[in-house]
T-cell receptor, first 114, second 115 residues
Framework: ETGVTQTPRHLVMGMTNKKSLKCEQH?????MYWYKQSAKKPLELMFV???????ENNSVPSRFSPECPNSSHLFLHLHTLQPEDSALYLC?????????????FGPGTRLLVL | AQSVTQLGSHVSVSEGALVLLRCNYS??????LFWYVQYPNQGLQLLLK??????LVKGINGFEAEFKKSETSFHLTKPSAHMSDAAEYFC?????????????FGAGTRLFVKA
């Protein structure tokens, strides 16, 4: 595997379900990000982890719970979601010691909440 | 504070025509600027980036962008559109001292290419 991978690619869940999204980066980066991309809205930064510590949490509802067990893996745990949480969830990674810290994105998980 | 504005949520061109996607930024210091492309059901892919070296930046798939400080612009161009260029394009800006944590993305411009 190369780059940034995300599983599953598609997920349908009910509002009472609990599920997790997984992201893995194979680039040797030390920062990872979760974004939410909804139709007709700008990309929304949700969480940032740098060196496995959360450094950014943009007022995301507590029904979204991130976990970063090491610099290569990032999870987004989901529980009691709402239909408006349906979106494409993108993971990205970057190297914070590089000059411009370009972010590299995974393919995303398309989430549908029923 | 930084911001980025993409003019036009939709742009339509004919195959073989010039592609011009507009991006204007606001930053108190010289920024880093990026263009990403997103194909349907995929993540964002880096097309090119400006990091204070040459003002004309060449990217993948024949795209290029020119940093114009006087106009605070970083427009994306391609001389001849191809059907495969149909996608959504995002301009992004980051501050040299805050890096990826504070990368701001534009709202995106969807490019349609007509046969």
């Amino acid at each position: 595997e190369t780059g940034v991978t995300q599983t599953p690619r598609h997920l349908v869940m009910g509002m009472t379900n609990k599920k997790s999204l997984k992201c893995e980066q194979h680039l040797g980066h030390n920062a990872m990000y979760w974004y939410k991309q909804s139709a007709k809205k700008p990309l929304e930064l949700m969480f940032v982890y740098s060196l496995e510590e959360r450094v950014e949490n943009n007022s995301v509802p507590s029904r979204f719970s991130p976990e970063c067990p090491n610099s290569s893996h990032l999870f987004l745990h989901l529980h009691t979601l709402q239909p408006e949480d349906s979106a494409l969830y993108l993971c990205a990674s970057s190297q914070t010691t590089s000059r411009e810290e370009t972010q590299y994105f995974g393919p995303g998980t398309r989430l549908l909440v029923l | 504070a930084q911001s980025v504005t993409q003019l036009g949520s939709h742009v339509s061109v004919s195959e073989g025509a010039l592609v011009l996607l507009r991006c204007n930024y606001s930053s108190s210091v010289p920024p880093y600027l990026f263009w990403y492309v997103q194909y349907p059901n995929q993540g964002l892919q880096l097309l090119l980036k400006y990091t204070s070296a040459a003002t004309l930046v060449k990217g993948i798939n024949g795209f290029e962008a020119e940093f114009k400080k006087s106009e605070t612009s970083f427009h994306l161009t391609k001389p001849s559109a191809h059907m495969s260029d149909a996608a959504e394009y995002f301009c992004a800006v980051s501050h040299p001292n805050t890096g990826g944590f504070k990368t701001i993305f534009g709202a995106g411009t969807r490019l349609f290419v007509k046969a």
